[in-house]
């Protein structure tokens, strides 16, 4: 079965500095998709970044980039220049298993980020 | 906003009715997601559809059904609710439905109260 992990319920970072929040995964699959999603208090889940697991490169946007290390299954976010708004919550998930549905996710159980002036 | 609609966003009821949560994806993805967000549990699947044929089921009660419709629309009927239903419900939609990429877009979900 696949799992997603995170291991920090809260972080906190001081404006304008990088934080980098935790994601490992368990999967049998050679091929799987990992991604990030925002929560902020209103509730939305916003789509931050994906990677697949044969890129090669580390995926970036904009002040998001996941740090994909294969061999640890790990998949961590690492935001730059954090901005008040960055403060919510944070989901690293998992594309399933083919034989149950290629496309449906598997989430963690988040990391709340606040980010202080 | 991600393009995908979910109406209503709060619904309150009482124990042991039924409720329809709509959806309506992005214009031009075929396939949708419905994901249930509670304290207990986290989120969760609970179904896939792409264009108009169940693709997925996760851990979706039996008290709950799902359907889409030619216009891609999507509809989860919740019945017979119970307090611990109380949640938000998240649809989500992509372009295809398997193979890489196709990421999926949240709509804003709906909140569940059930009393």
């Known amino acids: 079965a696949q799992k997603i992990t995170q291991t920090q319920p809260g972080m906190f970072v001081q404006e304008k500095e990088a934080v980098t929040l935790d994601c490992t995964y368990d999967?049998?699959?050679?091929?799987?998709?990992l991604f990030w999603y925002k929560q902020p208090s209103s509730g939305e889940m916003i789509f931050l970044i994906y990677?697949?697991?044969?890129?090669?490169q580390n995926a970036t946007e904009g002040r998001y980039s996941l740090n994909f290390q294969k061999a640890r299954k790990s998949a961590n976010l690492v935001i730059s220049a954090s901005q008040l708004g960055d403060s919510a919550m944070y989901f690293c998930?998992?594309?399933?298993?083919?034989?149950?549905?290629?496309?449906?996710?598997?989430f963690g159980a988040g990391t709340r980020l606040a980010v202080h002036p | 906003d991600s393009g995908v609609t979910q109406t209503p966003k709060h619904l309150i009821t009482a124990t042991g009715q039924r409720v329809t949560l709509r959806c309506s994806p992005r214009?031009?993805?075929?396939?949708v997601y419905w994901y249930q967000q509670s304290l207990d549990q986290g989120l969760q699947f609970l179904i896939q559809?792409?264009?108009?044929?169940?693709?997925a089921k996760g851990n979706i009660l039996e008290r709950f059904s799902a359907q889409q419709f030619p216009d891609l629309h999507s509809e989860l009927n919740l019945s017979s609710l119970e307090l611990g239903d109380s949640a938000l419900y998240f649809c989500?939609?992509?372009?295809?439905?398997?193979?890489?990429?196709?990421?999926?877009?949240f709509g804003p979900g709906t909140r569940l109260t059930v009393t």
């Open positions: 989500a939609s992509s372009v295809g439905d398997s193979g890489g990429g196709y990421e999926q877009y």
């Open positions: 214009s031009g993805d075929l396939s």
């Open positions: 999967t049998s699959d050679q091929s799987y998709g």
């Open positions: 998930a998992m594309r399933g298993e083919f034989s149950g549905g290629y496309n449906k996710l598997i």
């Open positions: 559809y792409y264009n108009g044929e169940e693709r």
């Open positions: 990677q697949g697991s044969y890129d090669e």
